[in-house]
């Protein structure tokens, strides 16, 4: 069952350890390169609190983004900015979100994310919690995915399985970490079962395009290239 109030305190954790390590940075660190090709650390930092006023319109009941180019143009124009109005936009836009997850409501609702996506409201927060932790990881200061707790990195991998799962371009791929656990994924494409085994942060790593996957094994077949988030 989701627990979206747990996951509310969560983005609130994660997001107070973001900024306490952003703040080691300065100007000309954050207009740096980020681990996101094409992006800067800015570029980051602005898609982070664009996502979180994006995610309040979610919960209000309205659309994400007006569009997609919108969305990018607010990127764009935000990720200049000096480190300071980085995080007191960041800080800004995620007590906007907090304080929208905390009003009463029907957390069993439908809502409506980007690209006609749908989720049940109460996922909201974990998705941002996602967003928190991962560009947290791209900011490239230091953050890791080995750092990611364990029921984080359970809980991404359920979430990105589940994504992939049935995708006309992936075959039956079935997964295992190094605590035993186990996934199946793919499945929409013609082909024997790929096999593919490694410890939890690189098999969450691939799966969301944070590593190419060249720590994970496989039996006997090429790992399968994952289609794009």
Known sequence: MID?????????????????AAAALDNASVAEP??????????VLAHLA???????????????????????????????????????????????????????????RTVELRNGVTD???????????????????LGIGYELEDLSEDFVRRETDFLTARFAGHKDLPTIALSDDKGRTWTTGGGAE????????????LVGWLAG?????????AGAALPALPPL
């Open 4 to 20: 979206h109030a747990r996951d509310l305190a969560s983005v609130r954790e994660a997001t107070d350890r973001l900024l306490s």
């Open 191 to 202: 082909g024997a079962t790929v096999e593919v085994h490694g410890r939890a942060a690189d």
């Open 210 to 218: 944070r590593r190419d996957g060249a720590a994970l094994k496989t």
């Open 120 to 138: 049940a409201a109460a996922r909201v927060p974990f998705r941002r919690l996602i967003e928190v932790e991962l560009h947290h990881v791209d």
């Open 34 to 43: 980020s681990r996101l090709p094409g992006w800067s650390r800015g570029h």
């Open 50 to 108: 664009r996502n979180a006023d994006a995610l309040v319109e979610v919960l209000a009941g309205r659309p994400m983004y007006a569009s997609a180019e919108a969305r990018d143009a607010d990127i764009e124009r935000d990720a200049p900015r000096p480190l300071e109005t980085q995080l007191a936009d960041v800080r800004d836009s995620a007590a906007g979100f907090q304080a929208e997850g905390e009003r009463p409501a029907d957390w069993s």
